[in-house]
Protein backbone atom coordinates (compact mmCIF):
# COMPACT_ATOMS: atom_id res chain seq x y z
CA UNK A 1 0.00 0.00 0.00
CA UNK A 2 2.91 2.56 0.91
CA UNK A 3 5.71 2.96 -1.53
CA UNK A 4 8.54 4.02 1.22
CA UNK A 5 9.46 1.92 4.22
CA UNK A 6 9.44 3.02 7.49
CA UNK A 7 12.92 2.87 8.01
CA UNK A 8 14.20 5.00 4.99
CA UNK A 9 11.60 7.35 6.27
CA UNK A 10 13.33 7.90 9.59
CA UNK A 11 16.76 7.82 7.55
CA UNK A 12 15.26 11.07 5.46
CA UNK A 13 13.65 13.13 7.87
CA UNK A 14 14.59 12.27 11.97
CA UNK A 15 16.34 15.46 11.95
CA UNK A 16 13.80 17.27 10.10
CA UNK A 17 12.90 19.01 13.07
CA UNK A 18 15.45 20.37 15.84
CA UNK A 19 14.96 19.71 19.11
CA UNK A 20 12.33 16.70 18.68
CA UNK A 21 12.55 13.21 18.50
CA UNK A 22 11.16 11.23 15.89
CA UNK A 23 9.13 8.38 17.90
CA UNK A 24 6.76 7.00 15.66
CA UNK A 25 5.52 6.77 12.00
CA UNK A 26 1.82 5.70 11.41
CA UNK A 27 -0.51 4.88 8.13
CA UNK A 28 -2.95 7.64 7.69
CA UNK A 29 -5.65 7.97 5.11
CA UNK A 30 -5.72 11.12 3.08
CA UNK A 31 -9.62 12.38 2.17
CA UNK A 32 -9.61 12.87 -1.53
CA UNK A 33 -12.42 13.47 -4.54
CA UNK A 34 -11.72 12.07 -7.96
CA UNK A 35 -13.10 14.83 -10.24
CA UNK A 36 -13.58 15.26 -14.14
CA UNK A 37 -12.73 18.69 -14.92
CA UNK A 38 -13.92 19.88 -18.59
CA UNK A 39 -12.03 22.66 -19.55
CA UNK A 40 -11.62 24.97 -22.39
CA UNK A 41 -7.95 24.75 -23.96
CA UNK A 42 -5.84 24.48 -26.28
CA UNK A 43 -2.36 23.24 -27.08
CA UNK A 44 0.32 25.52 -25.20
CA UNK A 45 2.20 27.86 -27.41
CA UNK A 46 5.84 28.68 -27.77
CA UNK A 47 5.19 32.53 -27.63
CA UNK A 48 3.99 34.46 -24.73
CA UNK A 49 0.56 36.08 -25.16
CA UNK A 50 1.67 39.60 -25.80
CA UNK A 51 4.54 38.28 -28.33
CA UNK A 52 2.18 36.61 -29.95
CA UNK A 53 -0.34 39.60 -30.07
CA UNK A 54 2.54 41.72 -31.51
CA UNK A 55 2.95 39.94 -34.44
CA UNK A 56 -0.42 39.27 -35.48
CA UNK A 57 -0.96 43.40 -35.25
CA UNK A 58 2.02 43.24 -37.45
CA UNK A 59 0.21 40.78 -39.41
CA UNK A 60 -3.10 43.31 -40.21
CA UNK A 61 -0.94 46.37 -40.65
CA UNK A 62 -0.44 48.24 -37.03
CA UNK A 63 3.44 48.79 -36.42
CA UNK A 64 3.27 51.66 -34.25
CA UNK A 65 4.29 50.74 -30.93
CA UNK A 66 1.65 53.32 -29.48
CA UNK A 67 -0.55 51.99 -31.54
CA UNK A 68 -0.46 48.49 -30.26
CA UNK A 69 0.32 49.86 -26.48
CA UNK A 70 -3.36 51.11 -26.87
CA UNK A 71 -5.42 48.52 -29.31
CA UNK A 72 -3.69 45.85 -26.13
CA UNK A 73 -3.88 47.95 -23.13
CA UNK A 74 -0.75 47.40 -21.82
CA UNK A 75 1.99 49.87 -21.29
CA UNK A 76 4.61 50.57 -24.14
CA UNK A 77 7.29 49.36 -22.52
CA UNK A 78 5.93 45.89 -22.22
CA UNK A 79 5.32 46.22 -26.01
CA UNK A 80 8.73 47.34 -26.45
CA UNK A 81 10.01 44.25 -24.41
CA UNK A 82 7.88 41.98 -26.67
CA UNK A 83 9.35 43.21 -29.81
CA UNK A 84 12.61 43.48 -28.53
CA UNK A 85 12.35 39.40 -27.55
CA UNK A 86 11.09 38.74 -31.07
CA UNK A 87 13.75 41.03 -33.00
CA UNK A 88 15.95 38.68 -31.20
CA UNK A 89 13.98 35.57 -32.57
CA UNK A 90 14.26 36.88 -36.32
CA UNK A 91 10.51 37.49 -36.11
CA UNK A 92 10.63 40.84 -36.96
CA UNK A 93 12.78 43.44 -38.73
CA UNK A 94 13.12 47.36 -39.24
CA UNK A 95 12.76 48.34 -42.88
CA UNK A 96 14.27 51.43 -44.06
CA UNK A 97 15.28 54.95 -43.20
CA UNK A 98 12.02 55.21 -41.11
CA UNK A 99 12.59 51.93 -39.20
CA UNK A 100 9.19 50.65 -39.42
CA UNK A 101 8.55 47.18 -38.06
CA UNK A 102 7.56 44.45 -40.07
CA UNK A 103 7.34 40.66 -40.14
CA UNK A 104 10.13 38.30 -41.07
CA UNK A 105 9.09 35.40 -43.19
CA UNK A 106 9.74 32.97 -40.44
CA UNK A 107 7.65 35.63 -38.20
CA UNK A 108 5.09 35.57 -40.88
CA UNK A 109 4.88 31.49 -40.51
CA UNK A 110 4.85 31.84 -36.49
CA UNK A 111 1.60 33.89 -36.95
CA UNK A 112 0.16 31.48 -38.96
CA UNK A 113 1.27 28.61 -36.74
CA UNK A 114 -0.44 31.11 -33.98
CA UNK A 115 -3.91 31.45 -36.08
CA UNK A 116 -3.95 27.33 -36.77
CA UNK A 117 -4.27 26.51 -33.13
CA UNK A 118 -7.76 26.69 -31.67
CA UNK A 119 -9.20 26.28 -28.49
CA UNK A 120 -11.19 22.82 -28.19
CA UNK A 121 -13.13 21.18 -24.62
CA UNK A 122 -11.15 19.17 -22.98
CA UNK A 123 -12.03 16.55 -20.25
CA UNK A 124 -9.18 16.18 -17.64
CA UNK A 125 -9.62 13.34 -14.79
CA UNK A 126 -8.27 14.49 -11.68
CA UNK A 127 -8.23 14.12 -7.91
CA UNK A 128 -9.14 16.81 -5.46
CA UNK A 129 -7.29 17.21 -1.88
CA UNK A 130 -9.80 18.05 0.68
CA UNK A 131 -7.80 18.56 3.72
CA UNK A 132 -5.74 20.97 1.39
CA UNK A 133 -8.75 21.66 -0.35
CA UNK A 134 -7.21 22.41 -3.71
CA UNK A 135 -7.06 20.28 -7.29
CA UNK A 136 -4.26 17.99 -6.97
CA UNK A 137 -3.06 14.94 -9.78
CA UNK A 138 -2.57 11.87 -7.39
CA UNK A 139 -2.44 8.87 -8.80
CA UNK A 140 -5.60 7.00 -9.01
CA UNK A 141 -4.37 3.54 -8.90
CA UNK A 142 -3.60 4.42 -5.25
CA UNK A 143 -6.71 5.55 -3.90
CA UNK A 144 -8.90 3.53 -1.57
CA UNK A 145 -12.54 2.85 -0.35
CA UNK A 146 -12.95 4.50 2.72
CA UNK A 147 -13.83 0.83 4.01
CA UNK A 148 -10.45 -0.66 3.23
CA UNK A 149 -8.66 2.44 5.19
CA UNK A 150 -10.66 1.33 8.35
CA UNK A 151 -10.02 -2.26 7.46
CA UNK A 152 -6.59 -1.58 7.84
CA UNK A 153 -6.96 1.09 11.02
CA UNK A 154 -5.23 3.72 9.07
CA UNK A 155 -5.63 7.18 10.58
CA UNK A 156 -8.39 9.01 9.07
CA UNK A 157 -7.61 12.49 8.35
CA UNK A 158 -10.09 15.01 8.48
CA UNK A 159 -11.41 17.17 5.59
CA UNK A 160 -11.30 21.17 5.64
CA UNK A 161 -15.27 21.08 4.72
CA UNK A 162 -18.37 18.58 4.33
CA UNK A 163 -19.21 19.92 1.35
CA UNK A 164 -17.96 18.47 -2.57
CA UNK A 165 -15.80 20.51 -4.80
CA UNK A 166 -17.23 22.85 -7.40
CA UNK A 167 -16.45 25.23 -9.41
CA UNK A 168 -15.07 27.79 -7.35
CA UNK A 169 -12.76 25.57 -6.17
CA UNK A 170 -11.01 25.01 -9.33
CA UNK A 171 -8.70 27.90 -10.88
CA UNK A 172 -7.56 27.32 -13.94
CA UNK A 173 -4.04 28.78 -12.97
CA UNK A 174 -3.88 25.48 -10.74
CA UNK A 175 -4.74 23.06 -13.33
CA UNK A 176 -2.53 24.60 -15.69
CA UNK A 177 0.60 24.00 -12.96
CA UNK A 178 -0.87 20.59 -12.39
CA UNK A 179 -0.81 20.06 -15.83
CA UNK A 180 3.02 20.97 -16.81
CA UNK A 181 3.94 17.96 -14.78
CA UNK A 182 1.92 15.32 -16.62
CA UNK A 183 3.85 14.12 -19.73
CA UNK A 184 0.91 13.29 -22.16
CA UNK A 185 -1.04 16.62 -21.09
CA UNK A 186 2.26 19.18 -21.05
CA UNK A 187 1.22 20.76 -24.22
CA UNK A 188 -2.26 21.88 -23.09
CA UNK A 189 -3.06 25.33 -22.04
CA UNK A 190 -6.11 25.43 -20.16
CA UNK A 191 -8.06 28.88 -20.62
CA UNK A 192 -11.76 28.54 -18.72
CA UNK A 193 -12.68 25.82 -16.32
CA UNK A 194 -16.35 25.11 -17.44
CA UNK A 195 -17.42 22.15 -15.08
CA UNK A 196 -16.30 20.23 -11.96
CA UNK A 197 -17.94 16.75 -11.69
CA UNK A 198 -17.31 15.02 -8.43
CA UNK A 199 -17.21 11.52 -8.00
CA UNK A 200 -16.93 9.26 -5.42
CA UNK A 201 -14.66 9.90 -2.16
CA UNK A 202 -11.62 8.01 -2.01
CA UNK A 203 -8.41 8.32 0.15
CA UNK A 204 -4.87 8.43 -0.43
CA UNK A 205 -2.45 5.88 2.00
CA UNK A 206 0.02 8.59 3.33
CA UNK A 207 2.20 8.27 6.48
CA UNK A 208 2.52 10.52 9.21
CA UNK A 209 5.87 10.56 11.10
CA UNK A 210 5.38 11.69 14.81
CA UNK A 211 7.96 13.95 16.58
CA UNK A 212 8.23 14.49 20.58
CA UNK A 213 9.78 16.97 22.70
CA UNK A 214 11.79 15.86 25.57
CA UNK A 215 8.86 15.82 27.68
CA UNK A 216 6.75 14.15 25.61
CA UNK A 217 4.16 16.44 25.92
CA UNK A 218 4.41 18.62 22.94
CA UNK A 219 3.60 16.00 20.07
CA UNK A 220 3.75 16.74 16.37
CA UNK A 221 3.26 15.03 13.27
CA UNK A 222 4.58 16.08 9.70
CA UNK A 223 2.41 14.34 6.49
CA UNK A 224 4.64 11.98 4.12
CA UNK A 225 3.20 11.96 0.62
CA UNK A 226 4.66 9.52 -1.65
CA UNK A 227 8.26 9.99 0.13
CA UNK A 228 8.02 13.80 0.67
CA UNK A 229 6.77 16.12 3.84
CA UNK A 230 4.26 18.19 3.02
CA UNK A 231 4.37 21.30 4.72
CA UNK A 232 0.85 22.62 3.64
CA UNK A 233 -0.67 19.18 5.39
CA UNK A 234 1.15 20.26 8.09
CA UNK A 235 -0.54 23.24 8.71
CA UNK A 236 -3.90 22.29 7.91
CA UNK A 237 -3.52 19.75 10.53
CA UNK A 238 -2.22 22.22 12.90
CA UNK A 239 -5.06 24.24 12.33
CA UNK A 240 -7.80 21.62 13.68
CA UNK A 241 -5.65 20.79 15.96
CA UNK A 242 -2.78 18.74 15.46
CA UNK A 243 -1.76 15.80 17.30
CA UNK A 244 -4.52 15.22 19.72
CA UNK A 245 -7.05 16.11 17.35
CA UNK A 246 -6.09 12.65 15.53
CA UNK A 247 -6.23 10.83 18.75
CA UNK A 248 -2.05 10.77 18.65
CA UNK A 249 -0.71 10.87 22.13
CA UNK A 250 2.49 9.23 23.41
CA UNK A 251 2.75 7.85 26.90
CA UNK A 252 5.93 9.18 29.03
CA UNK A 253 6.83 5.63 29.51
CA UNK A 254 9.60 3.41 27.96
CA UNK A 255 9.29 -0.26 27.28
CA UNK A 256 12.44 -2.06 26.96
CA UNK A 257 12.42 -5.14 25.13
CA UNK A 258 11.55 -8.12 27.00
CA UNK A 259 13.63 -11.45 27.25
CA UNK A 260 12.50 -14.31 27.42
CA UNK A 261 14.19 -17.29 29.95
CA UNK A 262 15.00 -19.47 26.92
CA UNK A 263 17.23 -16.73 24.99
CA UNK A 264 18.53 -15.15 28.30
CA UNK A 265 19.95 -18.13 29.03
CA UNK A 266 21.67 -18.54 25.93
CA UNK A 267 22.86 -14.99 25.62
CA UNK A 268 24.13 -15.57 29.39
CA UNK A 269 26.58 -17.55 28.12
CA UNK A 270 27.86 -14.95 26.01
CA UNK A 271 27.82 -12.15 28.20
CA UNK A 272 31.50 -12.16 28.83
CA UNK A 273 32.35 -11.66 24.85
CA UNK A 274 33.20 -7.61 24.83
CA UNK A 275 31.74 -6.99 21.46
CA UNK A 276 28.47 -9.03 21.96
CA UNK A 277 28.31 -6.83 25.72
CA UNK A 278 29.04 -3.78 24.30
CA UNK A 279 26.33 -4.29 21.63
CA UNK A 280 23.60 -5.17 24.74
CA UNK A 281 24.30 -1.65 25.97
CA UNK A 282 23.67 0.27 22.59
CA UNK A 283 27.50 1.17 22.08
CA UNK A 284 29.23 0.30 18.69
CA UNK A 285 31.90 -2.42 19.30
CA UNK A 286 35.05 -3.62 17.12
CA UNK A 287 35.32 -6.36 14.50
CA UNK A 288 37.90 -8.46 16.53
CA UNK A 289 37.81 -12.20 17.36
CA UNK A 290 38.16 -14.79 20.46
CA UNK A 291 39.97 -17.97 20.04
CA UNK A 292 37.04 -19.10 21.23
CA UNK A 293 34.31 -17.29 18.36
CA UNK A 294 32.96 -19.86 16.17
CA UNK A 295 33.68 -18.67 12.33
CA UNK A 296 29.90 -18.61 11.45
CA UNK A 297 29.72 -15.62 14.22
CA UNK A 298 32.70 -13.74 12.70
CA UNK A 299 30.68 -13.83 9.63
CA UNK A 300 27.76 -12.57 10.99
CA UNK A 301 29.53 -9.32 11.90
CA UNK A 302 29.99 -8.11 8.03
CA UNK A 303 27.79 -4.83 7.31
CA UNK A 304 25.77 -5.81 10.83
CA UNK A 305 26.12 -5.65 14.30
CA UNK A 306 25.80 -8.80 16.14
CA UNK A 307 23.14 -7.27 18.62
CA UNK A 308 21.46 -4.06 18.02
CA UNK A 309 18.19 -2.31 19.19
CA UNK A 310 15.26 -1.59 16.68
CA UNK A 311 13.40 1.15 17.09
CA UNK A 312 9.04 0.87 17.17
CA UNK A 313 8.53 2.08 13.56
CA UNK A 314 11.52 -0.44 12.30
CA UNK A 315 9.19 -3.04 13.93
CA UNK A 316 6.84 -3.53 10.17
CA UNK A 317 9.13 -3.31 8.38
CA UNK A 318 11.45 -6.53 9.70
CA UNK A 319 8.24 -8.09 9.61
CA UNK A 320 7.36 -7.37 6.16
CA UNK A 321 11.33 -7.70 4.53
CA UNK A 322 11.18 -11.44 6.51
CA UNK A 323 7.88 -12.41 4.77
CA UNK A 324 10.04 -11.16 1.58
CA UNK A 325 13.39 -13.21 1.91
CA UNK A 326 13.07 -15.73 4.20
CA UNK A 327 15.20 -18.68 3.04
CA UNK A 328 15.09 -21.42 4.96
CA UNK A 329 13.00 -20.67 8.30
CA UNK A 330 10.73 -18.00 9.40
CA UNK A 331 9.01 -18.16 13.34
CA UNK A 332 6.75 -15.50 14.48
CA UNK A 333 5.25 -15.75 17.77
CA UNK A 334 2.56 -12.88 18.94
CA UNK A 335 0.05 -12.89 21.90
CA UNK A 336 -2.72 -11.30 19.27
CA UNK A 337 -3.40 -11.94 15.05
CA UNK A 338 -5.40 -9.24 13.77
CA UNK A 339 -6.87 -9.30 10.02
CA UNK A 340 -5.28 -5.39 9.97
CA UNK A 341 -1.96 -6.77 9.71
CA UNK A 342 -2.42 -11.01 8.46
CA UNK A 343 -4.70 -9.23 5.21
CA UNK A 344 -4.32 -10.41 1.71
CA UNK A 345 -0.97 -8.76 1.46
CA UNK A 346 0.47 -10.48 4.44
CA UNK A 347 -1.05 -13.97 3.17
CA UNK A 348 0.12 -13.41 -0.05
CA UNK A 349 3.79 -13.09 0.91
CA UNK A 350 3.90 -15.84 3.47
CA UNK A 351 2.38 -18.17 0.45
CA UNK A 352 5.56 -17.60 -1.85
CA UNK A 353 7.68 -17.89 1.66
CA UNK A 354 6.32 -21.85 1.43
CA UNK A 355 5.68 -22.09 -2.27
CA UNK A 356 9.85 -21.11 -2.01
CA UNK A 357 10.43 -24.31 0.56
CA UNK A 358 10.45 -22.65 3.44
CA UNK A 359 9.30 -23.66 6.81
CA UNK A 360 7.57 -21.08 9.17
CA UNK A 361 5.86 -21.70 12.35
CA UNK A 362 3.32 -18.88 13.74
CA UNK A 363 2.44 -19.39 17.25
CA UNK A 364 -0.01 -17.07 19.15
CA UNK A 365 -2.25 -17.05 22.61
CA UNK A 366 -2.70 -14.89 25.18
CA UNK A 367 -5.37 -15.63 28.21
CA UNK A 368 -5.19 -12.41 29.98
CA UNK A 369 -7.94 -9.31 28.93
CA UNK A 370 -5.84 -6.73 27.21
CA UNK A 371 -8.77 -5.12 25.48
CA UNK A 372 -7.75 -6.80 22.35
CA UNK A 373 -9.21 -10.11 20.32
CA UNK A 374 -7.99 -12.45 17.67
CA UNK A 375 -9.65 -12.01 14.38
CA UNK A 376 -11.44 -15.38 13.56
CA UNK A 377 -11.64 -14.94 9.50
CA UNK A 378 -7.79 -14.48 9.83
CA UNK A 379 -7.25 -17.21 11.83
CA UNK A 380 -9.51 -19.42 9.36
CA UNK A 381 -7.14 -17.63 6.54
CA UNK A 382 -4.25 -19.04 8.23
CA UNK A 383 -5.42 -22.23 8.87
CA UNK A 384 -6.55 -22.88 5.19
CA UNK A 385 -2.78 -22.53 3.95
CA UNK A 386 -1.85 -24.38 6.74
CA UNK A 387 -4.35 -27.49 5.13
CA UNK A 388 -2.49 -26.62 1.19
CA UNK A 389 1.26 -26.46 2.48
CA UNK A 390 0.71 -29.40 5.45
CA UNK A 391 4.24 -30.63 7.11
CA UNK A 392 5.71 -26.98 6.12
CA UNK A 393 3.30 -24.59 7.85
CA UNK A 394 2.15 -24.71 11.32
CA UNK A 395 -0.18 -22.70 12.95
CA UNK A 396 -0.83 -23.18 16.94
CA UNK A 397 -2.62 -21.07 19.92
CA UNK A 398 -0.42 -21.39 22.39
CA UNK A 399 -2.44 -21.20 26.45
CA UNK A 400 -0.84 -18.18 27.57
CA UNK A 401 2.38 -16.84 26.29
CA UNK A 402 4.02 -13.30 26.30
CA UNK A 403 6.15 -13.96 23.61
CA UNK A 404 6.83 -11.78 20.94
CA UNK A 405 9.31 -13.32 18.77
CA UNK A 406 10.43 -12.84 14.93
CA UNK A 407 12.92 -15.37 13.84
CA UNK A 408 14.18 -15.48 10.15
CA UNK A 409 17.17 -17.08 8.82
CA UNK A 410 19.78 -15.93 11.11
CA UNK A 411 17.82 -13.05 12.53
CA UNK A 412 16.36 -12.85 15.88
CA UNK A 413 14.60 -10.19 17.36
CA UNK A 414 12.71 -10.31 20.30
CA UNK A 415 10.38 -7.20 21.58
CA UNK A 416 7.48 -5.62 23.01
CA UNK A 417 5.76 -5.27 19.49
CA UNK A 418 2.48 -7.56 18.82
CA UNK A 419 4.14 -8.67 15.61
CA UNK A 420 0.83 -9.51 14.40
CA UNK A 421 -1.54 -7.15 15.97
CA UNK A 422 0.27 -3.56 15.75
CA UNK A 423 -2.65 -2.13 14.08
CA UNK A 424 -5.56 -4.29 15.59
CA UNK A 425 -6.02 -1.50 18.79
CA UNK A 426 -8.00 2.02 17.90
CA UNK A 427 -6.30 3.57 20.94
CA UNK A 428 -3.50 5.79 19.14
CA UNK A 429 -1.27 5.73 22.61
CA UNK A 430 2.02 5.38 21.63
CA UNK A 431 4.87 4.07 23.61
CA UNK A 432 8.97 4.10 23.07
CA UNK A 433 9.00 0.66 22.44
CA UNK A 434 12.29 -1.53 21.62
CA UNK A 435 13.54 -4.52 20.26
CA UNK A 436 16.27 -6.31 20.91
CA UNK A 437 17.89 -8.11 17.08
CA UNK A 438 20.46 -10.84 17.64
CA UNK A 439 22.81 -12.03 14.66
CA UNK A 440 25.03 -14.46 16.62
CA UNK A 441 24.21 -17.73 14.49
CA UNK A 442 24.62 -20.16 17.93
CA UNK A 443 22.00 -17.82 19.63
CA UNK A 444 20.05 -17.48 16.75
CA UNK A 445 20.17 -21.30 16.52
CA UNK A 446 19.41 -22.59 20.18
CA UNK A 447 16.48 -19.61 20.52
CA UNK A 448 14.68 -21.08 17.63
CA UNK A 449 15.19 -24.68 18.96
CA UNK A 450 13.96 -23.83 22.61
CA UNK A 451 11.01 -22.09 21.41
CA UNK A 452 10.02 -24.91 18.35
CA UNK A 453 10.05 -26.96 21.49
CA UNK A 454 7.72 -25.04 23.36
CA UNK A 455 5.34 -24.35 20.14
CA UNK A 456 5.52 -28.48 19.76
CA UNK A 457 5.12 -29.16 23.22
CA UNK A 458 1.61 -26.44 23.03
CA UNK A 459 0.70 -27.92 20.12
CA UNK A 460 0.32 -31.73 21.58
CA UNK A 461 -1.36 -30.49 24.39
CA UNK A 462 -3.94 -27.87 22.88
CA UNK A 463 -7.06 -28.75 22.15
CA UNK A 464 -7.54 -25.78 19.48
CA UNK A 465 -4.70 -27.10 17.57
CA UNK A 466 -6.78 -30.21 16.64
CA UNK A 467 -8.18 -30.64 12.76
Not at 197 to 202: A, L, V
Not at 318 to 338: F, G, M, V, Y
Not at 388 to 414: E, P, W
Amino acid sequence: MTLHDNSTLARRFAASRPGRELVAIVDAALPVTTIDVDVLGQERKDLPLTEEFVLRLLDVGISEIDEMAGVLGLDRELVEMAITEQYSSGNVLYRGSTRTLALTPRGQGAVLDAKAIQPVEVPLPMTFDRLIWTATDYPRNRLIDRHDAEQDDLVMLPAAKSARPGLSDVSVERINELLKVRAEDSRIEVLTVRKVRPKRPKYLPVKLIVFADATREDVEVAVCIDGDLSPAHDAAIGQRGGASALGITLLDEKVEPPIDLPLREILETYQTQEPVAQSLGHQPHAAQTTPEEPAEDVESREGASLVDRIEMYEHADLLDEALRTARTRLLILSPWIQGSVVNTHFLSLLENRLRSKVTVHIAYGYAGSKGQSDDEDAIRRLRNIETRFAGRFSLVRLRNSHAKVLICDQMLVTTSFNWLSFRGSRTREYRIEEGLRVRIPAVVNESYEAYLTLIQAEAAEGPDNSH
